[in-house]
Every structure is written in structure tokens, then in C-alpha cells.
């Protein structure tokens, strides 16, 4: 199972992005999505978490900027950043809560996964 994370760029401040995360390989459902963002030297935080049903939780700094969504299909999930401050320049992690799914067709003990991060600069 692997978790492929894009979007991250250099945007200015009052700018947008969005950032896309997919999650590929033998999985046999995924559970709760959601996108973290970690500042050197700092603890990796949560931003926005979305369960399989859609219901969604948001960090203090994220309500009002910024939504979750994602595409149960695709197993995928996305973060429409607006408004960006500076102060959001982090590296930006998604994480799966999932089980994959076993050779014979099973699910397997249910996990955490995460992406490698993109890089999100807020800067003029």
C-alpha cells in the first residue's frame, strides 16, 4: 500500500492550492483520511480529517479556509487550501487509516499510513 501525495507549491499569501493524495495498492477499505502539516523543529499537527461517510474535522487555523473532500472510488482524498498565510509553509503529510487486503482475499489488520509530504510555501 502506498500513499502518493501532490499540489505543494509556492503560492502568495491570500493564495490557493490543492493538494491531492491517492491511495494505491492491495487495500481492502479505507477508513478515515485526513492531511497533517509538520514545521521544523515542530510536531506534526492534524489539519483536516474526513471519515469514509464523509464527516469531516477541521484544526482551529483550517475552519472557514480550508475543505476536505474525497473520492471514495478512488480511494483518494484532497485539501482545498484558500486564503493562505504564511504562516501555513509547512511540509503537508496525508495519512489512511485502512486495512489492506491479504493474498486470500481478506482484510488484514487495520493501519496507519502516510505519504512522503509536499512542500507548501506561503511567501511573497
Known amino acids: 500500500v502506498q500513499l502518493q501525495a501532490s499540489g505543494g507549491g509556492l503560492v502568495q499569501p491570500g493564495g490557493s492550492l490543492r493538494l491531492s493524495c491517492a491511495a494505491s495498492?492491495?487495500?481492502?477499505?479505507?477508513?478515515?483520511m485526513g492531511w497533517y502539516r509538520q514545521i521544523p523543529g515542530m510536531q506534526r499537527e492534524l489539519v483536516a480529517s474526513?471519515?469514509?461517510?464523509?464527516?469531516?474535522n477541521y484544526a482551529y487555523s483550517a475552519k472557514g479556509r480550508f475543505t476536505i473532500s474525497r473520492d471514495n472510488a478512488e480511494n483518494t482524498v484532497y485539501l482545498q487550501m484558500n486564503s493562505l498565510r504564511p504562516e501555513d509553509t509547512a511540509v503537508y503529510y496525508c495519512?489512511?487509516?485502512?486495512?489492506?487486503?491479504?493474498?486470500?482475499?481478506?482484510?488484514?489488520?487495520?493501519?496507519?499510513?502516510w505519504g512522503q509530504g509536499t512542500q507548501v510555501t506561503v511567501s511573497s
Open positions: 495498492g492491495s487495500i481492502f477499505r479505507v477508513n478515515t
Open positions: 474526513i471519515t469514509s461517510g464523509r464527516s469531516t
Open positions: 495519512n489512511a487509516d485502512l486495512w489492506p487486503r491479504g493474498t486470500n482475499g481478506l482484510p488484514q489488520m487495520k493501519s496507519d499510513y
